[in-house]
């Protein structure tokens, strides 16, 4: 970065590259860094990227164009991919930051700050920070030590003044399938923002959903659910003037075993929900097992019946391609799938994408069925089936 100007006249300014896809990402930073911008291509100053693995080769050759045009900026990586494959990531990056960022970003920030203000190298001091990764001046891949898991109450929800998203209510989660980067990336303990900061940021909302990979594991360990917790939430929440609550709902899911029929009664005793998302993943309990998903497809088929039987319609999350599958499983899960829709629910098919970090990095899936295919066509074009089931397939 040689900018005409003396460094130590200059503040390096810090901007977001926004996408439409991580918006999240942009709203839980302005309360932590409150003079960051969003552009939409790279400028001088500290350009900050968050991003998905199926949007890395657009970031990647992005970066590399900036770096060709001479554009001057440091480059910051965060989010799903760049925790999941630092390595790969500084390939295009100067920084990563792995996991949680709320306290690692600032610090990490207002040393690139300082060392340009003081004419030296960018990098100088990275490795006292936590949770980053960077390369030495000889190209090596240096990993700071982790940073503590962050207190959700700590920090917003979100900055009033800036871009609202919906409340974040718990982190990590205890489970270990195969194909997921959440444990990787918030850890395997659960942890909960208070009731209190809840309804406090509850109050800028009409409609309030929530951001949790199991939202009916609410202050719980995540092994099994706790009815009180949730009826705590729900009932503070519920005393809030002209609000309308769905809980359990996108951007949130839940998992199939833990609805139950007091967590059924809880939706309809305050919440305004005509759905549930369920995350199934598969019909096949041989899959379910190889995956460690930690339910059996009985617990699937279970929650659906208590959504029919509440008129709430459960919107139900498969995942087709595991590498262990065989037409069989494929065959079950086609099976559910159907039963499902049949009786009114709606399910939404995701093709197997190998995530960093996760022991289904470097797999390949298994192909599915030409006849498989043909049916989730047919539901598809029904309207009750929406997603990908191949890599060359979507409807939406």
């Not at 001091?125 to 001046?137: D, R």
């Amino acid at each position: 970065m040689n900018p005409e100007s003396s460094r130590n006249e200059i503040l390096l300014p810090i901007h977001f590259r926004y996408f439409k896809k991580n918006t999240y990402s942009y709203s839980a930073l302005i309360p932590v860094l409150p003079d960051v911008d969003f552009v939409k291509e790279p400028v001088f100053g500290i350009m900050l990227y968050s991003f998905f693995t199926n949007q890395k080769e657009d970031v990647f050759s992005e970066v590399s164009k900036a770096r060709a045009l001479g554009v001057s900026a440091f480059f910051i990586a965060g989010g799903p991919h760049p925790s999941g494959a630092p390595a790969e990531t500084l390939d295009y990056f100067d920084a990563v930051v792995i996991g949680e960022g709320e306290e690692t970003l600032p610090a990490l920030i207002s040393q690139v700050r300082s060392n340009f203000q003081n004419g030296g190298d960018l990098r100088f001091g990275f490795e006292t920070l936590s949770g980053i990764a960077f390369k030495n001046n000889a190209g090596e891949v240096i990993f700071s030590p982790p940073g503590d898991s962050v207190l959700m109450d700590r920090y917003p929800c979100f900055s009033p003044g800036g871009i609202w998203r919906p409340l974040e209510i718990s982190r990590g989660c205890p489970h270990r399938c195969k194909f997921c980067q959440t444990p990787r990336i918030f850890g395997h303990r659960m942890r909960h923002r208070s009731v209190s900061e809840i309804v406090k940021y509850a109050a800028y909302y009409d409609d309030l959903r929530f951001i949790s990979s199991n939202a009916f594991a609410y202050r719980s360990s995540g092994a099994a659910p706790k009815p009180d917790k949730v009826k705590e939430l729900l009932s503070a929440l519920s005393a809030l003037e002209n609000k309308r609550i769905f809980f359990g709902t996108f951007p949130s899911e839940v998992r199939p075993e833990f609805v139950t029929e007091e967590m059924i009664a809880l939706l309809g005793k305050y919440c305004a929900n005509e759905s549930l998302s369920i995350g199934a993943q598969s019909g096949s309990d041989s899959v379910l097992t190889e995956i460690g998903r930690g339910h059996s497809a009985e617990d699937i088929y279970a929650a659906a019946d208590l959504c029919f039987d509440s008129n709430i319609t459960p919107i139900v999350d498969f995942i087709i391609g595991f590498p262990s599958e065989t037409l069989e499983d494929q065959e079950k899960t086609l099976e559910m799938i159907d039963q499902i829709c049949r009786r009114g629910g709606e399910v939404r098919a995701h093709y197997l994408t190998p995530l960093p970090s996760t022991p289904y990095e470097n797999i390949v899936p298994s192909e599915v069925s030409p006849e498989i295919s043909k049916q989730l066509g047919k539901l598809a074009l029904g309207g009750k089936l929406k997603g990908t089931w191949e890599s060359f397939q979507k409807f939406e």
